[in-house]
Structures are given as C-alpha cells and as structure tokens.
Nanobody, 124 residues
Framework: QVQVKESGGGLVQAGESLRLSCTTA????????IGWFRQVPGKEREWVGC??????IVTDSLQNRFRLYRDNARNAVNLEMNNLKPEDTATYFC???????????????????WGEGTLVTVSS
C-alpha cells in the first residue's frame, strides 16, 4: 500500500515563505507522480503541480511563486511557496499516481493515493 504524508503547514504572514513536504517511500518517488492540490472549504479542489523524475509542472497561476523539487534526504517532494498571499490559505494535499499515463492523470486529479492534508493559513 502506497502511503504519502504531508507536513509543514502552519500560520504565516503575507509575503512570507513556507515549505511543505510530501513524504513517502523512495521507491514511490521513483515510480509515481507526486501531485500537490489545495482546497478551501466550499470550493473545488485546485491542482497545484506534479512531479516525477525530470517531469515537473506547476499550474500557470502559481509558477512564479511556487516550485516543486525532490528532497532525497527526506524521501519527499517538497512544495516551496514564496510570497504567500491570503488567497493561498487552504488545506494542501499531496497524492500519488503510477507514472504511466501519470502526466495527464496528475494534472486532472486522477490520483491513486492521497494524504490527509496539511493546513496553510496566510494572514494579511
């Protein structure tokens, strides 16, 4: 069973940075796309970005402030968020999908395994 777990959420002020980690087994990072998503209560889940191997993409509206990278020391895919804004407040989820056809599936949210989420609150 594939497990992924988010960490690093918390309360920050607007303009600050935060790093979220999606921790899993090293073998999962080798074979699965890791996707990041976020959701505000009452709204639809929003795709943030996906990474597997050298394939790495962040949604257009966030790519100037957010980036994904693999952290081998932690067996994680990290989501680095800079210049945070109050509208970034959400619960952030990571999830995994098998790499085959994963590029499209990840961007459409068709993930196989989900974490429980970590809350990020950005105060103005």
């Amino acid at each position: 069973q594939v497990q992924v777990k988010e960490s690093g959420g918390g309360l920050v002020q607007a303009g600050e940075s935060l790093r979220l980690s999606c921790t899993t087994a090293a073998s999962v990072l080798d074979d699965y796309y890791i996707g990041w998503f976020r959701q505000v209560p009452g709204k639809e889940r929003e795709w943030v970005g996906c990474k597997w191997s050298s394939n790495n993409i962040v949604t257009d509206s966030l790519q100037n402030r957010f980036r994904l990278y693999r952290d081998n020391a932690r067996n994680a895919v990290n989501l680095e968020m800079n210049n945070l804004k109050p509208e970034d407040t959400a619960t952030y989820f990571c999830a995994a999908v098998w790499f085959k056809d994963g590029w499209d599936k990840c961007q459409s949210g068709e993930m196989q395994y989900w974490g429980e989420g970590t809350l990020v609150t950005v105060s103005s």
